[in-house]
């Protein structure tokens, strides 16, 4: 048996001495699509942040395993370098660094931590090619500072782009679809669509259904005060718009926490 | 932008990569200050009367002199009796071809990256390398004298041309002028000199690189360079200095002369010795440099400052005739305990002169860091135009950056401008970067770099090349 590409035990997280994850479980495997929902302050964020190894947030308890092995001790390079990549809600701005020198230096350091060879000019601007027909990104922002002036839908847009090129076995994506207009919103999904593949699996973090109608997911898990509460298929999702998150909070006050998958 | 971190990775491996000293036998005058040393370095180089005259009223002026004590760097005193004004390798120095020159100096210049070799055509780059207080060897100088162009050490500009040194030595930066400025003008040793004619470009990058070796010695080398009309040049200096305890003075001072529509490039890429990390020994490096712009006559001066216990300078420009333009671009990293006060001068004398001003000053540490500019417009330089930006980066919360704008107008056409910021670099920025696979020092020296592009940007290709990796190396353990 093969283990699963990510598996999260129990964890307990906290910034500031502000405890926000109180024993959050789930177990993610190569191919599969996560969907996280829950209301603002349930600890979608911070569960991202934690699984890439933000060092503002200190991991109290609980274990998360990548490919079998405890990743909590790795620095955040690390944890690329090994496949997780993560989709940020808000992306920097980093005044002066073009996005293909940017990309090109991340690409080659991955490659490198892996005992690949770096990519050569050539090499790398094929790939680049590739890659921004499949997000629809516009070759006038490769070449300017890493987001700086772009839009919030440009923003998103790269870091899709950056996802396509650094090709992580496991992609979380925090409110992607947050700030998109419909238009933006489906480029996006058909980028995570098209590099789904049997070994790939991606976390997708949501406030709202409509992304799931674009990108399908496998799983739904509902997140409460730091929990994974429920957790059933993408009809959970349909029934969450329908019906809001105050059922699942009276079901979860009564029982704890319930599993469907 | 140039791919630079498999260099940085590669060269990160020491504090101070250029620290080491090499074992050259030197002639070294006694230490001390008086008429007679003077004498006796104007009679080590066998100069006309008139220099050695020259030599003596500015030491006389020196006397006369108070060190000044207005800027923000405080060093303890300098026993300028205690110094060594002259020091040269004993091999003789005039050579007429490389296999003269001493094996163990050119093994230092190769250490350094600077070859001297003239076969090695592939650089495009003419060097003239200053070992402690003597000019090693100028390379490429038959191929530049092709075209009229003169290149070589200064003491053999005083021999070979005399009317030229003596009509514009002292010109743009009088003996009387400062300090520092004045002490170097009585004991200079040597330098560069260069000469471009009428309406020549120079068709290679020139470049002079300094190296103080010798302990107990400071370096005071003056470099004279003129582009006659029309003509335009390039031109590079590197500097770096072995690992010492003790402090090391280096009054240098640079003097550019550009006649009507002549275009002086001038880059710098400071890398003396700065001290370790609690800031014992390392250069003081308090240097004058000035321009002097003709009409429609360009001069650019482009600085990244890395080195050095303190650097205390000001590259400046004298926009004496209509429509010339001053340019000044600096990068200043201070780490540890260094300290740097830096900036320009723009002196808008001219009609319609404009200068542009941009300073980008890293502070780590317990470095301090201040930026100090004037920009001045005299009365008749109407329809002049100033235009200045100074930003500031802090890594860290134990460092310290100032920005102190000088700004005097006694026209009322002028538009002066003046813009400044410091930020932080900021932990979602680097969690960012690392999040993509980057280390996190790689992350940092990525964020500088990119603070420092519109400065880099300024320099020639190979030493913008250089000179990212060498912001790499400076940050080493600079964060966390």
Redesign the interface.
Known sequence: MTDPLLEIRDLHASVDGTEILHGLSLTINAGEVHAIMGTNGSGKSTLTKVI?????YEVTGGDVLFKGRSILQD???Q???AGI??A?QY????????NL??????????RK?RGEA?LSGAEFLALVKEKAKLVDIDQGLLNR?VNEGFSGGEKKRNEIF?LAM?APTLAILDETDSGLDIDALKTVAHGVNSLRSPERAFLLVTHYQRLLNYIEPDFVHVLLDGRVVKSGGKQLALELEDKGYAWIEEEAAGSGSISVA | ?P?T??SIQALAQQEYKHGWVSHVDADQLPPGLHEDIVRAISAKKHEPEWLTEWRLRAYRHWLTMREPEWQKPKYPKIDYQGIIYYSAPKKKPEVSSLDEVDPELLETFEKLGISLDEQKRLSGVAVDAVFDSVSVKTTFREELSKQGIIFCSFSEAVTDHPELVKKYLGSVVPYTDNYFATLNSAVFSDGSFCYIPPGVRCPMELSTYFRINSAGTGQFERTLLIADEGAYVSYLEGCTAPQRDENQLHAAVVELVALKGAHIKYSTVQNWYPGDKDGKGGVYNFVTKRGMANENAKISWTQVETGSAITWKYPSCVLKGDNSVGEFYSVALTRDRQMADTGTKMIHIGKNTRSTIVSKGISAGHADQTYRGLVKIMKGATGARNYSVCDSLLIGGTCGAHTTPYIESANPTAVVEHEASTSKI????I??????????E?AVS??V??????VLSELPMEFAVEAQKLLGVKLEGAVG
């Not at chain 2, 900021?426 to 920025?429: C, F, K, R, V, W």
């Not at chain 2, 969690?431 to 996190?440: D, P, T, V």
Request: glycine share 6%; hydrophobic share 35%.
């Open positions: 890439a190894g933000h060092p503002d620095e955040p390079e944890r690329a370098c990549f993560l940020f992306p920097v701005e980093v005044p002066g660094v073009s020198y940017f990309l090109r230096s991340a690409l080659n350091a991955q931590s770096e500072s950056q650094l | 932008m791919d971190n498999e900021s932990d979602d920025q969690f960012f970067l690392r999040q993509r696979g980057l280390s996190e790689d990525m964020i770099n990119g603070f420092c592009k519109d």
